[in-house]
Structure formats: structure tokens, C-alpha cells
């Protein structure tokens, strides 16, 4: 369940106030990631009960995902995405998610991922299987995770240096621990999936790449506690590893959030 919780995982902060417009970072980019969002989730309708869901092989399902998962150029800039559109980050990450999902729980026949409560052992072997036999998108899906997870942490601790006054209040605090919370999970889910059965050691080197560009921003972010859970999986992960490349990966980004 830890690797299935990362991967639920969407950060909530609503309590930290309104966006407003910034120069740095275009609100309508979002505004294209919501079309596509919909659009895709309306070829994938049915994928939960198909098993079948749109692929990147398909002109008009990869034109969607490049739109979605296009976060490729998001932590480029030296400065943090301004605090003010912290709303929109959250709104393409919920999409990003969203759609993340119709991969993950293709052929589960579960259609509301928001009512699960447990998940048994065959649902727990078809998300194993999806991960397998969807690895180019999935393997898009977390990068693009990682990526707006990483924008979402500079642009909160840009501002809790700036302004800590902000982060006082209980809502804010509650904020916060969901935030860490979410992070701690996501990076754990990531790591975990890793020993999924068939999945090739260059999929897995190119999600490390995503791992270590958020590393160092999640050491800084991360409470202790959180680390050390992230730092533990990663290297209990390594262990399992059979290629020495993604192992030493694995123990590289793990000593990188707690040395």
C-alpha cells in the first residue's frame, strides 16, 4: 500500500490564499493541461474495465500526454515559481495524477479511485501488471510527478523564508504536514516500484534521473522522520537490485535526502 499511497498523493493548499498573475510562469499552460486532461480522461473512460488504455503510440492520445506530462522545462528557471501561483501548480499536478491513474488502475475494475479503502491481492497484481506492460507512459506519469512535486517544494520554501509569518497559523501548519506527508509518499512510491517484475533497468535509471534533481530539494524540505523513511526504502530497494547502475542510483539519491 505505501507505493499505491505515493501514488495517490495530491498536495492541498487551499489554505495558503489565491494565485494571481505572474511573469515567470504562464497560467494558461494550465489552462491547456486541463483540455487535455479531460480529453484524455474521455478516451480512457473505459480503460478500468477494458484494460485498454489509450497509449502514447497513438498520435492523438500522445498529443494529449505531451501537453499533460510537459513539465520537462518547469524547474529550469533559477528562481521558484511565484508563491502566488502555487493553485496552479496544484491544479496541473492533480491532473497529472488523474491521469496517471487510468494507467495504473486499467482492468481493475475500480472507476473511483477516490472510494478505495483497501486494495486486495488482485487488484495489487494488476497494478503490477499495468505497471509492466505501460512502463512508457507510467514512466512519464511519475517524472512529471516528481517535477511539479519539486516546483511545488521550492515555491513553498521560497516563501516560508520570505514571509514565515505566513506558516504560523494552524491551517498552515495542517498545510504543511500534508505536504510533507504526500512528498515523503510519492518518493517512497517511486522507489518501491522498481522490483515490479519485467521492468527494464533503463526505465528504472531514467526515473533516478527525476530523483535526483528533487533530492536535494526534499532534503532540505523533508523533516527528519521523513527522510530517514525515504533514505530507508531507497536503500532497502538498492538491495534488491541486480544492475549495479540503478543500484548505485538508488543509494546516491537515498544519501543525497539523509547522508
Do not use: C
Not at 487551499?14 to 494550465?30: H, K, L, M, S, Y
Not at 516546483?151 to 497559523?169: N, Q
Amino acid at each position: 500500500m505505501t507505493r499505491l499511497a505515493g501514488v495517490l498523493w495530491i498536495a492541498l493548499f487551499a489554505t495558503f490564499g489565491p494565485a494571481a498573475a505572474a511573469a515567470n510562469f504562464d497560467p494558461e499552460q494550465v489552462a491547456a493541461v486541463d483540455k487535455a486532461a479531460d480529453a484524455f480522461a474521455v478516451l480512457g473512460m473505459e480503460a478500468y474495465q477494458t484494460g485498454a488504455p489509450p497509449r502514447q503510440s497513438d498520435s492523438t492520445a500522445k498529443e494529449l500526454l505531451d501537453i499533460i506530462f510537459g513539465t520537462a522545462a518547469l524547474n529550469d528557471g533559477p528562481d521558484p515559481i511565484p508563491f502566488a501561483q502555487i493553485d496552479k501548480l496544484n491544479d496541473w499536478l492533480l491532473r497529472v495524477v488523474k491521469t496517471g491513474m487510468i494507467y495504473v488502475f486499467a482492468g481493475t475494475g475500480i472507476a473511483d479511485i477516490e472510494k478505495i479503502s483497501t486494495v486486495d491481492a488482485k487488484v495489487q497484481q494488476q497494478i503490477a501488471a499495468n505497471t509492466t506492460a505501460f512502463a512508457p507512459e507510467l514512466g512519464r506519469y511519475y517524472d512529471s510527478q516528481l517535477a511539479l512535486s519539486r516546483a511545488e517544494m521550492d515555491t513553498v520554501a521560497a516563501e516560508m523564508a520570505a514571509h514565515p509569518d505566513k506558516f504560523t497559523s494552524s491551517n498552515a501548519t495542517s498545510g504543511l504536514a500534508q505536504m510533507r506527508t504526500g512528498l515523503t509518499q510519492t518518493l517512497i512510491g517511486v522507489v518501491t516500484t522498481f522490483p515490479v517484475p519485467g521492468l527494464d533497468p533503463t526505465w528504472m535509471r531514467e526515473r533516478e534521473l527525476a530523483l535526483v534533481a528533487i533530492a536535494p530539494s526534499a532534503a532540505r524540505f523533508l523533516d527528519d522522520g521523513s527522510r530517514k523513511q525515504v533514505r530507508e526504502a531507497a536503500l532497502q530497494v538498492a538491495d534488491t537490485m541486480s544492475d549495479q547502475a540503478v543500484k548505485d542510483g538508488l543509494v546516491a539519491f537515498a544519501k543525497t535526502i539523509m547522508p
